[in-house]
């Protein structure tokens, strides 16, 4: 490909950043997002308005260690260019860990086959300052056993209207769950790891939210498959903070 010419071209990147002061991925009018930003300083390099497409619409406090994003441009400008730049124009809790070019069909969204979610929680009985922006904090001790009895549970192809956002109400709530994992790192930092061809709005944090009422007893593992099997959102389920979520990889 020609990198130097006017010709419409794709420029794919991959986007690392902390969520904590953005409200959410997508750009808003009056709030600072992580879209909104990124669109700015591309567009004060190239000097004109850009559309930044993302794999994810992360929520605002959720953070993302490889979001997929690709914009169309009719710059001379190249990919490592762009990569030197952004690192440079960007705050620093936005890094460009790679930019190139992909074909000009290329959407970070719709030809995703899957994404990996992680989300985070410090069970211990003393929370830690530094983590609080991190990782949900919880004192009081979780069973294990039962929270992945439920992993289990959510694995394959399910309608998971229970667990999705009230406004999600006209798309497909049947998603199929590739990966569903907890790690245990120094006895008290649990990592779930989820994997599945798509996610709904509040998805993970639902369905994290929930297992931990299981895993503090507030619910049984019984409870929980009969929550996911009701397909009603307006069971009582719960809904994991933000800070512990996030977008760990994108596969296409």
Not at 86 to 99: H, M, R, V, W
Not at 157 to 171: L, R, V
Not at 207 to 215: A, E, H, K, Y
Request: glycine content about 8%.
């Amino acid at each position: 490909m020609v990198e130097n010419n006017l010709e419409q071209k794709n420029i794919k990147l991959i986007i690392a950043y902390d969520g904590t002061t953005f409200f959410g991925w997508q750009r808003q009018k009056d709030k600072p997002t992580i879209q909104g930003t990124v669109e700015e300083k591309i567009a004060a390099m190239v000097g004109e308005p850009v559309s930044l497409i993302g794999a994810g619409r992360t929520d605002a406090g959720v953070h993302a260690l490889h979001q997929v994003a690709n914009f169309r441009v009719s710059s001379p400008l190249t990919p490592p260019i762009f990569f030197k730049a952004l690192n440079a124009l960007l705050p620093a809790s936005i890094i460009i860990k790679e930019a190139g070019y992909v074909p000009i069909d290329f959407h970070a969204r719709y030809d995703a086959k899957s994404k990996v979610y992680e989300y985070r929680i410090l069970n211990e009985d003393l929370h830690s300052p530094f983590l609080r922006h991190y990782a949900w904090q919880i004192s009081r001790s979780l069973d294990v056993s039962v929270m992945k009895e439920c992993l289990q549970i959510i694995q394959g192809a399910h309608d998971f209207s229970s667990f999705c956002s009230p406004g999600d109400g006209k798309i497909n709530p049947v998603r199929t769950v590739i990966q569903a994992e907890l790690e245990i790192e120094k006895g008290d930092l649990l990592t779930f790891i989820l994997e599945a061809n798509g996610f709904l709005r509040y998805m993970v944090r639902n369905l994290i939210g929930t297992i931990v009422r299981v895993g503090l007893g507030r619910l049984s593992v019984d409870g929980f498959a009969e929550i996911l099997e009701s397909r009603d959102r307006r069971h009582p389920g719960a809904k994991a903070p933000p800070e512990g979520l996030y977008l760990k990889d994108v596969k296409y």
